[in-house]
């Protein structure tokens, strides 16, 4: 636990800072650090992009020509300590003559969990691990990372747009639209912040989507563009697969799947993947691990009630966004946002660990996080 209301603040504001990464740096985690020395900042940094010096790195840089030896490195995250595309940061900290450290949360992969402190350690530098609120804060920039490095799966969030009577479509099933632009234009900005974007086929049939992120910025990074599609009926003149070649688009489809269609698929550059499982529900598990092997690490579920209620029955949501609008359809038929088996009682019910309200123009964005990583 940080130890002083000094060492809370530098280390808040390293965890601030890794907020600058994001959308950055995938696969790897964000990440900001700040060293200090005597309640003064000698430097900060933060892991800026894939491939590109650390945060630990870019802090020290930061100090210049400053006399390390009695500082104190804050960090968001434990310090690597094996060779990737950057050497390990715990070597920098070791050259740098830091004598204490302290973090705000672990890393969970096989090649951390705790060796980098370790190391630093055995090194005779002085480690304190945080708890409470900030570490709290700290795990949470990182859910799509910490999952991955746990299950294999990307962490998936849920987007959803209903009405005041909880329908996504009218009995006719026209849901276009439902919320409001400034609304939409929210979606597009979490488009571009994940690995994947996932659609069932009836949606790709009925809107025929693009599924990319657009938004004003000159660096934006497309998703992946994923459709569930058992039998492989997506068309080989829609909008997603005549841009498979440049923007990579996955088909998930089933054993059932005519070969005719998945070679035609195949030729056209889609990645088909073919998930296994006697039931929807694993067949979305098998489809995630598949994803997760092809270094996906965070979905945005932008799929219809079919393939949201199978994801609900596989245990695969992590955080739900509903946007609220301020419309009432009716219908006996039209439709809800999750289908799937559910539960039979409402003990058995996904009990929400958070839930966040706020206004998003004319609509009302309900934010709940299901599960922890």
């Given at each position: 636990?940080?130890?002083?209301?000094?060492?809370?603040?530098?280390?808040?504001?390293?965890?601030?800072?890794?907020?600058?990464?994001?959308?950055?740096?995938?696969?790897?985690?964000?990440?900001?650090?700040?060293?200090?020395?005597?309640?003064?900042?000698?430097?900060?940094?933060?892991?800026?992009?894939?491939?590109?010096?650390?945060?630990?790195?870019?802090?020290?840089a930061a100090c210049g020509d400053a006399d390390l030896?009695?500082?104190?490195?804050?960090?968001?995250?434990?310090?690597?300590?094996?060779?990737?595309?950057?050497?390990?940061?715990?070597?920098?900290?070791?050259?740098?003559?830091?004598?204490?450290?302290?973090?705000?949360?672990?890393?969970?992969?096989?090649?951390?969990?705790?060796?980098?402190?370790?190391?630093?350690?055995?090194?005779?530098?002085?480690?304190?691990?945080?708890?409470?609120?900030?570490?709290?804060?700290?795990?949470?920039?990182?859910?799509?990372?910490?999952?991955?490095?746990?299950?294999?799966?990307?962490?998936?969030?849920?987007?959803?747009?209903?009405?005041?009577?909880?329908?996504?479509?009218?009995?006719?099933?026209?849901?276009?639209?439902?919320?409001?632009?400034?609304?939409?234009?929210?979606?597009?900005?979490?488009?571009?912040?994940?690995?994947?974007?996932?659609?069932?086929?009836?949606?790709?049939?009925?809107?025929?989507?693009?599924?990319?992120?657009?938004?004003?910025?000159?660096?934006?990074?497309?998703?992946?563009?994923?459709?569930?599609?058992?039998?492989?009926?997506?068309?080989?003149?829609?909008?997603?697969?005549?841009?498979?070649?440049?923007?990579?688009?996955?088909?998930?489809?089933?054993?059932?799947?005519?070969?005719?269609?998945?070679?035609?698929?195949?030729?056209?550059?889609?990645?088909?993947?073919?998930?296994?499982?006697?039931?929807?529900?694993?067949?979305?598990?098998?489809?995630?691990?598949?994803l997760g092997d092809r270094a996906v690490t965070a979905?945005?579920?932008?799929?219809?009630?079919?393939?949201?209620?199978?994801?609900?029955?596989a245990g695969e949501i992590d955080e739900v966004r509903?946007?609220?609008?301020?419309?009432?359809?009716?219908?006996?038929?039209?439709?809800?946002?999750?289908?799937?088996?559910?539960?039979?009682?409402?003990?058995?019910?996904?009990?929400?660990?958070?839930?966040?309200?706020?206004?998003?123009?004319?609509?009302?964005?309900?934010?709940?996080?299901?599960?922890?990583?």
């Amino acid at each position: 636990m940080p130890r002083t209301a000094t060492d809370h603040a530098h280390l808040a504001r390293a965890v601030d800072l890794a907020h600058n990464g994001s959308g950055r740096v995938h696969p790897n985690p964000v990440v900001g650090a700040v060293v200090a020395r005597d309640g003064e900042v000698l430097g900060e940094g933060w892991h800026a992009e894939f491939g590109g010096p650390h945060a630990e790195v870019n802090a020290i840089a930061a100090c210049g020509d400053a006399d390390l030896s009695s500082a104190t490195m804050y960090v968001s995250l434990e310090p690597c300590c094996h060779e990737g595309k950057t050497p390990p940061c715990t070597d920098a900290i070791l050259r740098a003559g830091l004598k204490r450290v302290v973090v705000a949360s672990d890393d969970p992969t096989e090649k951390a969990s705790g060796r980098g402190l370790g190391i630093l350690r055995d090194e005779g530098v002085e480690v304190v691990v945080a708890d409470g609120e900030l570490a709290a804060r700290a795990r949470l920039l990182n859910q799509a990372f910490r999952k991955h490095a746990r299950t294999g799966r990307p962490w998936v969030l849920f987007k959803s747009a209903m009405t005041l009577d909880g329908k996504v479509a009218t009995q006719a099933g026209d849901s276009q639209w439902i919320s409001s632009a400034s609304s939409r234009a929210r979606a597009h900005h979490w488009r571009a912040s994940v690995d994947a974007v996932a659609v069932g086929i009836g949606t790709a049939l009925a809107d025929d989507p693009q599924l990319t992120a657009r938004i004003e910025a000159l660096d934006v990074r497309q998703p992946r563009r994923v459709v569930f599609d058992s039998t492989a009926r997506l068309p080989l003149d829609s909008k997603l697969v005549r841009s498979a070649t440049d923007i990579p688009l996955s088909v998930v489809v089933s054993r059932a799947a005519p070969r005719t269609q998945t070679d035609g698929l195949e030729m056209a550059g889609v990645d088909v993947i073919v998930a296994t499982g006697q039931h929807e529900p694993a067949r979305v598990r098998s489809a995630l691990d598949q994803l997760g092997d092809r270094a996906v690490t965070a979905v945005l579920l932008e799929g219809g009630p079919h393939l949201a209620g199978a994801f609900l029955d596989a245990g695969e949501i992590d955080e739900v966004r509903l946007f609220l609008a301020p419309l009432l359809l009716g219908g006996r038929t039209a439709r809800d946002p999750l289908e799937g088996e559910g539960v039979e009682r409402i003990a058995e019910a996904l009990r929400a660990l958070t839930l966040d309200c706020e206004r998003s123009a004319e609509d009302v964005l309900i934010t709940a996080r299901l599960r922890e990583w």
